[in-house]
């Protein structure tokens, strides 16, 4: 009987409460914890000055975070440049060889000398430029990754600078600094 006491009080509560506020919106819920919306900026609590310690946590925190980031940069192009090796040794395999069976098939064909003589000034002119179109692949490669290391400095650098300025100001630095751009 209790249990359906209770049920029947409750039961009215909701009801009085919506009775109350149909018949003033504005007014606050009896019985029920007040709700407030979030405010659009959140409201900012003094921190405590950082100690030595703290910083000290902070600053290997940043070091190690660098050091990650750049020892995954260098596996990145450590495997980039691997790719690049593998994937050219291939090209220059299958190039070979269908070259290959291309003189063998003209010098089938062709038996006078002069004939053959041409083909293979032709043929050494062609090797030239395919091995040049390797190294300026290879060149360009090492070009671009040289270039995404500078950038790499620079953000590691200026990420470095704004902690630094935190640390200075004795404020904690923003998260921010310490994840990988």
């Given at each position: 009987?209790?249990?359906?006491?209770?049920?029947?009080?409750?039961?009215?509560?909701?009801?009085?409460?919506s009775a109350t506020s149909l018949a003033d919106p504005a007014a606050p819920l009896v019985g029920l914890p007040s709700v407030t919306p979030p405010s659009a900026?959140?409201?900012?609590?003094?921190?405590?000055?950082?100690?030595?310690?703290?910083?000290?946590?902070?600053?290997?925190?940043?070091?190690?975070?660098?050091?990650?980031?750049?020892?995954?940069?260098?596996?990145?192009?450590?495997?980039?440049?691997?790719?690049?090796?593998?994937?050219?040794?291939?090209?220059?395999?299958?190039?070979?060889?269908?070259?290959?069976?291309?003189?063998?098939?003209?010098?089938?064909?062709?038996?006078?000398?002069?004939?053959?003589?041409?083909?293979?000034?032709?043929?050494?002119?062609?090797?030239?430029?395919?091995?040049?179109?390797?190294?300026?692949?290879?060149?360009?490669?090492?070009?671009?990754?040289?270039?995404?290391?500078?950038?790499?400095?620079?953000?590691?650098?200026?990420?470095?600078?704004?902690?630094?300025?935190?640390?200075?100001?004795?404020?904690?630095?923003?998260?921010?600094?310490?994840?990988?751009?």
């Amino acid at each position: 009987m209790t249990a359906i006491h209770s049920l029947f009080l409750s039961l009215i509560l909701i009801l009085s409460v919506s009775a109350t506020s149909l018949a003033d919106p504005a007014a606050p819920l009896v019985g029920l914890p007040s709700v407030t919306p979030p405010s659009a900026a959140p409201a900012q609590t003094p921190e405590a000055p950082l100690s030595a310690d703290d910083k000290k946590k902070l600053s290997r925190q940043m070091k190690k975070s660098l050091s990650d980031e750049t020892s995954a940069f260098d596996r990145q192009e450590r495997s980039a440049t691997k790719e690049l090796v593998l994937s050219q040794s291939q090209h220059a395999k299958s190039w070979k060889e269908q070259e290959k069976r291309t003189r063998h098939q003209f010098f089938n064909d062709h038996t006078k000398g002069s004939e053959r003589r041409q083909y293979v000034q032709d043929y050494q002119i062609r090797l030239k430029e395919f091995d040049k179109s390797l190294r300026d692949e290879a060149a360009k490669s090492k070009s671009d990754w040289k270039q995404k290391r500078e950038a790499l400095k620079q953000s590691q650098k200026d990420r470095e600078a704004q902690f630094k300025t935190a640390l200075d100001q004795n404020k904690r630095p923003d998260p921010s600094v310490f994840q990988p751009k």
